[in-house]
């Protein structure tokens, strides 16, 4: 067998891609990030999309590219052509070109896709009518819109032309199961935990999981509060200073004030009896108590405006 030698200098192309400083675009209400690497062929187009609660495109088709993507956050109700599905995460979905189609986001948290197509027309559509940004956020509601009559022109000028409307509410949730729509709980928020020596405490999360202060002080008695945050993970851990240690309470994450809301009512008609409602700048949430009298509260963070 003959061994060859391969290149070794890469020069200025990237062989990997992080989200913070991929190129990005408020899209029609959207968020697209671009995931090729910088210098590193677009085809096949790796892009993840970002698109809101209730978000519907206009049905439109594809005159070449296999529409593909798998769903990573999120449920959508797709219909193409004369077949309707449903895709949640982990569905990988292949929408076939020359067939119309459209979906709506039926969860009530934004769905993100991961979309990867073999040809770049889609990306070129987005950069046209796009506006760039360095936030990875959803853009604010209603602005970077575009009239329809310059939208239809621009979606038919890459290959996608529209041929109807998008995916209304009401028939997007004749294909979801009874009770989809009940109130849906997220990963653990945060725990609160009443501890003997507060900077002792402190010192010894942060040293131990690598924790940062993100709030908080501890006052010269030794009384006071921090708020901890593991950048990894998300989590955070609250501590506060107290004669005695113990678990305050664990709060388990909404998606937001509507929902906690729900869960409200949805607990007062199971026959839980909840606590009211307190609204802060960072959030809101109540607590209701187990059997034994131990707090578990329902928080939804503050949404993030631009």
């Known amino acids: 067998m003959t061994v060859t030698s391969a290149p070794t200098q890469i020069g200025d192309r990237e062989i990997a891609s992080e989200p913070a400083t991929s190129r990005a675009w ?3 209400g959207t968020l697209l990030v671009l995931r090729n690497p910088e210098g590193a ?14 978000g519907s495109p206009p ?31 982990g569905s990988y979905v292949v ?10 986001v039926t969860s009530r948290v934004p769905a993100r896709l991961l979309l990867v197509h073999a040809d770049d027309s889609f990306l070129r559509f987005v950069q046209a009518v796009g506006t760039p940004t360095d936030d990875r956020r959803l853009p604010p509601h209603d602005e970077f819109d575009l ?14 032309p529209m041929i109807g409307p998008s995916l209304e509410e009401d028939e997007a949730r004749r294909h979801l199961p009874p009770g989809s729509d009940a109130p849906t709980l997220g990963s653990i928020n945060h725990i609160a935990l009443c501890v003997t020596d507060l900077a002792r405490s402190e010192r010894w999360y942060r040293e131990a999981f690598d924790l940062v202060r ?8 030794g009384t006071g509060h921090v708020t901890l945050l593991s950048p990894t993970g998300g989590w955070i851990l609250a501590l506060a200073g107290a004669p005695a240690a113990e678990v305050q309470h664990v709060a388990v994450s909404c998606a937001d004030r509507e929902e906690l809301v729900r869960w409200r009512g949805t607990l007062t008609d199971r026959g839980v009896a909840p606590g009211t409602i307190t609204d802060a700048p960072y959030g809101s949430g109540f607590v ?12 939804a963070a503050a949404q993030q405006h631009v």
């Open 288 to 299: 209701v108590r187990d059997p034994d009298g131990i707090e578990l509260e329902l928080f």
């Open 95 to 104: 929408l076939p070109h020359g067939i119309g189609h459209t979906f709506r």
């Open 41 to 54: 062929p677009v085809c096949p187009a790796v892009m993840e999309l970002t698109i809101p609660p209730g």
């Open 26 to 28: 408020w899209f029609l």
């Open 147 to 160: 009239d329809f009559e310059t939208l239809s022109r621009a979606s038919a000028e890459h290959g996608a």
């Open 59 to 89: 049905e439109h088709v594809h005159e070449s590219l296999d529409d593909s993507f798998y769903l990573l956050d999120g449920e959508l109700v797709i219909r193409c052509g004369d077949r309707t599905i449903v895709a949640r995460p």
């Open 214 to 221: 993100i709030d908080g002080e501890i006052a010269d008695d």
